[in-house]
């Protein structure tokens, strides 16, 4: 998304009313202390955005939320104002929105309005070995002489469901097939990336880029595939937990110095910079125990960002504009202690296809199991008689904090056991890498 005459990045851009500037400082302890307090947009429907408002809710700079388009739990809920009506590929209509009611920051949280033009050159970054193909026989004579297990992508924006683990050369060809013959996802589907398999444990690592400075953010580990023990095909996540144990803090350093620093100087060399959230896929190798990046994305990860928005304490509104400005040296975030776990309750039948309309009760009886529930609505709408019904795949994504991560765990089933909903499913052992001797949660009651 190109926005005449404002500055624009991935996790927002300044959209500052011709009638006053935005004056904020910034305290040697990394403090924020602004003179204005903010009026913030933020961009997307999904679960992610619902957490993301419910954070800049929570900011103590932050005057006011939008949510364009939002959703009905996020309109009810009230963390925002949803404006529906607000077309978000059209940036005259965005920047006449944001004069109008003095937006001072713009969250995107999903990608698709952020790829335009931007270019990723990864300078010596540990990655898997990879080759790129547009002819489907090229590609399989690839896959036949490197031999299966093998991963193909597709090159493009597949709502995090472009990716297939084949263990046999069979399922690799089929794979090929379906993406440069089939095209099942289209423009996204036009190259494919096939990648060597590395085995280990994926982990996602975040850090706030402000064109040249790069801040961590807390770890969390998401569950991509749909069933139970890590089976079946793979989702845009059916849960997530944070902090990540396997990502330790020595770990942490070194994806800072070897990947994530690297990425960011190597951008601002090719005068490109980056200025966002850059969210690095990565997979601490059996082998050898150290990180190889799988995968970038500029822009929070969905369902990662409800537990890092539920444990965040720093005022969220400061920090992105402090990255926004180039403004992070010095700044470091605040967490809560403890941990959380979001599980994510999907339509019956997603990642394929799926009913609509399914109606859901019990939300409220939901987030009242304990005062660190929150259910984050990811695809809700409200029928006539102003119940909520399902609206998408992954609908609704169920977060609590604990002490530790099995106190989030049980906190979150238990509200989760609470929600009736016959045309939902999820899976009963979010953070079973964290918990390996906890059992499964019990049957739920949906149905």
Known sequence: MQLRGLRSFPIGFKCVSQKSELSVSFGADSNFASDKRLVVL??????????????????????????????????????????????????????????KWGVGLVVV????????????????????????????????QYIQDQGAPIVIKADGLAAGKGVTVAMTLEEAYEA??????????GSAGCRVIVEEFLEGEEVSFFALVDGENAIPLES????????????????????AYSPAPVL?????????????????????????????????????????????????????????????????????????LAASRGELSGVSLKWSPGSAMVVVMASEGYPGSYEKGTEIRNLEEAENVAPTVKIFHAGTALNSDGNFIATGGRVLGVTATGRDLEEARDRAYQA????????????????????????LAPKNKLT
């Open 220 to 239: 969390a580990q998401d569950h991509k595939r749909v069933g139970d023990g890590d089976t079946g095909p793979n989702t845009g996540g059916m849960g």
């Open 416 to 439: 989760v056991e609470e929600i009736n909903w016959p045309g939902g499913f999820y899976r009963r052992d979010i953070g079973w890498r964290a918990l390996p001797q906890k059992q």
């Open 109 to 140: 949280g999903p990608e698709a309005p952020l790829v335009s033009g931007l270019a990723n050159d990864l300078y010596k970054i540990p990655t898997a070995k990879y080759r790129t193909f547009t002819d489907p026989s090229s590609a399989k």
């Open 248 to 320: 330790t803090k020595e770990l942490q350093a070194v994806v800072m110095q070897t990947i994530i620093l690297p990425t960011v100087k190597g951008m601002e060399a090719e005068g490109c910079k980056f200025v966002g959230v850059l969210y690095a896929g990565l997979m601490i190798e059996k082998k050898t125990g150290l990180p190889k990046l799988i995968e970038y994305n500029v822009r929070f990860g969905d369902p990662e960002c409800q537990v890092l928005m539920v444990r965040m304490e720093s005022d969220l509104a400061q920090v992105l």
């Open 176 to 185: 090929v097939d379906s993406m440069l013959v089939k095209s099942v996802f």
């Open 42 to 99: 933020v961009i997307g429907g999904g679960g992610r955005e619902h957490a993301l408002c419910y954070a800049l809710q929570r900011s103590p700079s932050c005057d006011g939320v939008f949510c364009a388009p939002g959703n009905a739990g996020i309109s009810n809920s009230g963390n925002a104002t949803c404006i529906p009506e607000l077309d978000i590929s059209d940036s005259s209509a965005v920047i006449s929105f944001c004069h």
